[in-house]
């Protein structure tokens, strides 16, 4: 196969794609959301993983980020590099995934590049658009404000299917004070949230996924639900987990005390 | 070097990095356009090459794609793969090369994904913006039109510094039928510029790159110059090379012989 078919291929299901750029309209009065993420082999997902979960794991790290933010997705772009051993059944099942949750979230397929390497790397960007300065930031966060997780935890050990939660996000424009998603273990990301506001965190109590420990809960990572933070008196889907009180900076805290951060930290788990 | 570390340091050079999302002002009364390119260790370059051509060069081939549609570039995401082999000091030249071309174009470096692979890949996405419905496409030739490049060919052997051909781009707006950048070589980008306009392409001679043959430029990737079309009467910059016929949809042909399509098939030279 040649890349000019693999392209005319890929097409059928994008008419986007064709020309140098994928030309789209820019959405009125609203601000742009970019975010992109690596799904590596031997990283992030093994050669005995099922094509079409990897295709759909890699798209919905990209969501996840918009849903962050509080807004939604419009076009993605889905680039990848084919190792040897990477046949066309499993490019054909690696779309499949892909295109499951394109069209669930009514994200239009904009490009992408191809290329090989000696391992399967894809990289999917997507571009998101929320109304004009109603993007969640990280940095909002106050003293007072109550603290909130999308769903239960537990990190990749124990999570099934990936649901980016855009309709989360979406109900938390105008009331969240601060929000992010959990990829890398909350007590990682949680200390993220607080150093960017200035605060730290209490939690009292964590929601556990089936058969999740505590100490997965807090340090495994994967879980891509959103945590964020409200003033007491704001009404916001989800389950209340501690809230936000002075001290150090980015310090996190379970029933008074510190939680060190052991959260995925993709340098110092270098291979 | 962890992980945060890592991102701090770029934000210090890049402020829109830090939440899940780069967020970003859309353009009004203009398209988006989308564009992303890998840059690969072992097929984009060799270890050996200087760290900052690198990066210049990964930036350059996806700006050379806006240039391509008569854009101009707004926002770019850089993600990479380090290797086991790349260092810090390697980094930092990298971004050195990524950043001299960003501040030379104003594009401004609005976030990306850093992992970890064995082999140093680079995925470059920019986001460009073109006044509404004006985008040069790759499918308005016509017979008749007469057929141009923005420089001298001759391949990789004898190009020395990629120079995206913004400027030119942007004066070939609603001038130009059709637009592409030489990235594969003339005679298979001619060929795909050709096939989408449903028309046939006559060569009648070819600037050459010093030293260069003219098998090089005819077959030799990486000239990153634009090739285009216009109508005979009206004015456009750069060097007439041919001009575009009747006949099979595609078929390319230098002085009445028809050239094969030997330009650079990602998928033909898998290692």
Redesign the interface.
């Known amino acids: 196969?040649?890349?000019?078919?693999?392209i005319r291929k890929l097409r059928r299901r994008a008419p986007l794609i064709?020309?140098?750029?994928?030309?789209?309209?820019?959405?009125?009065?609203?601000?742009?959301?970019?975010?992109?993420?690596?799904t590596?082999e031997?990283?992030?997902f093994t050669r005995e993983a099922a094509a079409a979960e990897v295709g759909y794991k890699a798209v919905a790290r990209s969501l996840?980020?918009?849903a962050?933010?509080g807004?939604r997705p419009r076009?993605c772009?889905v680039?990848f590099?084919?190792a040897?051993w990477t046949d066309q059944r499993w490019i054909d099942g690696f779309y499949r995934g892909v295109h499951k949750l394109l069209r669930k979230t009514k994200t239009a397929l904009?490009?992408?590049?191809?290329?090989?390497?000696?391992?399967f790397?894809t990289?999917v960007?997507v571009?998101?658009?929320?109304a004009?300065g109603k993007?969640l930031?990280?940095?909002g966060a106050r003293p007072g404000d109550l603290l909130y997780v999308s769903g239960p935890l537990g990190g990749w050990r124990h999570k099934r299917v990936i649901v980016p939660r855009l309709d989360v996000g979406r109900k938390l424009i105008g009331k969240a004070t601060a929000c992010?998603?959990i990829s890398d273990g909350i007590s990682l990301d949680l200390h993220?949230l607080a150093a960017?506001s200035g605060v730290a965190a209490a939690i009292d109590s964590l929601p556990l996924l089936d058969g999740a420990t505590l100490e997965q809960a807090l340090h495994d990572g994967e879980d891509y639900e959103l945590l964020y933070t409200a003033p007491a008196r704001v009404r916001v889907p989800g389950i209340r987990i501690g809230s936000i009180v002075k001290g150090k900076p980015g310090r996190v805290s379970f029933r008074g005390k510190t939680v060190p951060q052991l959260g995925y930290?993709?340098?110092?788990h270098?291979?």
Not at 1 to 6: A, F, K, Q, S, V
Not at 18 to 38: I, K, Q, R, Y
Not at 265 to 268: E, N, S, V
């Open positions: 196969m040649n890349e000019d078919t693999l064709g020309d140098d750029c994928a030309v789209v309209p820019s959405p009125a009065n609203e601000d742009l959301l970019f975010t992109t993420d690596f590596i031997g990283v992030h996840s980020d918009i962050a933010m807004g076009y772009l680039s590099a084919l040897p904009a490009g992408g590049d191809t290329s090989h390497a000696s391992q790397v990289d960007m571009c998101g658009s929320v004009t993007a930031l990280r940095s992010m998603d993220r960017a930290d993709h340098f110092q270098r291979s």
